[in-house]
């Protein structure tokens, strides 16, 4: 059976590769310089430090204007996972179904469950290996942006934890299911992108910021700067707070030249400044969560998967 | 004698459609059987029944008294079963199929595989898309037939197979039957090729079990009776009318014979299979067979409605 699997897979397998080790050796590449860059310019010394005329803040600009180009295109790794789902697991079933060699497989001595559970296995156990292993690389690729800019930043934080192991077995079991209910391959590479898009966006962009109460501080408003928040903290929320404790990011009516800034916020009825954020220190609490939920996915998908082979199928 | 393949009142329906119903039907261990009806008739269904690809909606199937659904660990490793238009991994190589079939099937005998890919010429490195059709059923019957199973089914095995082709696979299938004894199934719409080689005669239409028996008993007891313009009233109460035609002065009947005919009147001939079989086919499209109770099981043929 493992020699079924890999003789099935190996060409899907191969294209993954290849893909994994360009990427690799660009990590790789890209990742040396930049820690060398980020040593060179003490950035380290910076990263306790908020003020804003600070002189690290010049240095972390080259930084960032050095690297940003190559740090936005880890967006580039998002759809990888997708790649996964539609190459390897939407054809699972539907191709077998589509050549009718489901009836070849599925009349051997072997069962048509133990003929799943290994494919599901092997396949599962090597992505969860493969996957794994580029995070290692993403993880250490990520850490000088991390640390000037925080984990939370989703282009960091999707890429350099246990999400993104478990966001390429989502995409591999949805591609599975679907691939398992609709017995067509193109039909199901759709249904794969739709289901991984339909839970991944809800949880990344409503339930994400909401996995722990956000800690909110609030600052008098004749006090033009906020207290000092570590790079680590993931800020999504500021603003003004009135005097009902009612939350504004905007001012109800406009300020003109005459007034001050205070006397413009006492105008609109502002009681206080606030900024809500995540502390660094949850990241990897998040991570957990946010694995756990597309883990839960993905087992549904799954034991979809198998009832709808075992029993629905012809 | 035990049976191969057992199905009781055996029934399988889509959305609305019955495939199959009630499907009663024993077929002895080491018959070769042909399993025969028009397209549509079922027999695709009743032989994914009998191998676990499909669940049944009602009733029961059993191979050798196993279920293929719920004991499929069991049942599995005696059958052979090959789908029609024989599909096959299009991308492996021959001898990738057959490592295949190897690492698939514990009792897997390679070397007959080979031996017979051997002697039909079947280049071993050649992919199995690239073969004619011909090959890839031969392929398709090595691969089920080195499973050494105990019971064969071939679903329109020579449909897509010219005549010459079609000689050579009904040959290699009765040197395993002879060498191994086993059972066979095999579905076709047509009898014309199976006379020679079934024993066993199963007819299917309209998801019904029209007929199952002894090909040579059927042969005997079926005759067509040509007579004066007359009722065939008379004949049916004693036997069974298969298939009546007048013309102005001759009356001809196709009939199932329950016992001895006495009258003189008729002139008796002997009807190929190929008539038998489509008698009962076209029976089934115009009325429902008036069988006398007692004549049913007679002459070891089973006769189900």
Redesign the interface.
Known sequence: MTWLVWRQHRAEGLILLVVLAVISVFLLITGLEMANSFQQLRLSNCLNLVSRDSPCQGRMQVFDNQYSFLLGGTTLLLPLPLLLGALVGAPLVAREVEQRTHLLIWTQSITRMRWLTVKLALLLGVVLLVSGALLALLYWWQSPSAQIHGSFISRIYDTSGPVWVASALLALALGIFAGALTRRTASAIFLTIALFVAIRVPVEVLWRPNFETPVTITWPIDQQEPPALSNQAWRFASGYIDAQGNRSSDLREGCTGEMTTTQCLQANGVQANYISYQPGDRFWTFQWIETGIYMGFSVLALFAAVWLVRRRLN | MSNALETNKLSKRYGRTWALQDCTLNLPAGRVAALVGPNGAGKTTLL?LS?????PTAGSVQVFGLSPTTQ??EA??R???V?Q?T????G?RVD?LL???R?????FDDALARARMHNLNIPLDRRAGKLSGGQQAQL?LA?ALA?RPDLLLLDEPLASLDPLARREFLRQLLDAVTETGLTVLLSSHIIGDLERVCDYLIILSASHVQLAGDMQEIARTHKRLIGPRQDEAAIASVHTVIEASHTERQTTLLVRTNGPLFDPSWEAQEVSLEDIVLAYLSQQASERLQTPPSAREQNGIEVLK
């Open positions: 994914h191998v676990g690809l499909l669940e499929p660990g599995l490793p059958l052979g079963f789908a238009d599909p096959l991994y299009k492996f990738e490592t295949l079939g690492k698939l099937n514990p009792g398709a691969l499973k």
